[in-house]
């Protein structure tokens, strides 16, 4: 097995919170009602999920793989990554920062998270694109026991940074809020 797909099916429930991002985003920037504690859960993912966990496996494994088959990190492929994995660190807090003053309802905090969860959304989106296209050549040019290592890598850090029962947790929460706010029964 390719470590690279572990990545790919984790891009994908990216994809799918960024879809739920954009939905409840838009419900917040037209002043419709939201299920804040939704998009507090949803935040959260993010945060823990994506930063502290899909984000380190790429960072500590990946790329650090990739240079080692010639992909440039100073001035290069990865050096960009680098830096919108930190672009994405920034909107994710500002999104935190904000969310808090939409219980209140505070216009200028509202427009303020619209604008961090589309910026971050837009931004991701793009992102995971540049990745993929990396996961092809990683398959291609790195060996099976360099592939083991970075699963048992991902693994470590999926222990450490986030845990089994956070996991399925997510899992679960991901299936719940598109069956709610993407696919709504009839």
């Not at 993912?45 to 990946?62: P, Y």
């Not at 003053?101 to 989106?125: W, Y």
Request: proline share 2%; with cysteine; net charge negative.
């Amino acid at each position: 097995m390719y470590a690279t797909q572990q990545l790919r099916n984790e891009h994908e429930n990216i994809v799918l919170a960024l879809k739920l991002l954009d939905n409840l985003s838009s419900n917040v920037e037209a002043e419709k009602p939201v299920n804040l504690d939704d998009l507090e859960q949803l935040i959260d993912f993010l945060e823990s999920f994506l930063d502290h966990c899909h984000r380190v496996k790429e960072e500590n494994c990946l790329f650090p793989a990739l240079e080692s088959v010639g992909v440039t990190k100073d001035n290069g492929p990865i050096g960009v990554m680098l830096v919108e994995h930190v672009d994405g660190c920034i909107f994710i807090h500002a999104m935190r920062e904000t969310f808090t003053n939409l219980r209140i309802h505070d216009s200028q905090s509202r427009m303020a998270f619209v604008n961090a969860a589309i910026g971050f959304s837009h931004r991701l989106k793009s992102h995971i694109q540049k990745e993929t296209s990396y996961f092809s050549l990683a398959d291609q040019q790195l060996s099976s026991e360099k592939h083991q290592e970075m699963i048992n890598g991902f693994d470590r850090i999926e222990q450490d940074h986030l845990g089994l029962d956070r996991h399925n947790y997510y899992s679960a929460l991901l299936d719940r809020l598109s069956n709610t706010y993407l696919n709504p029964a009839e």
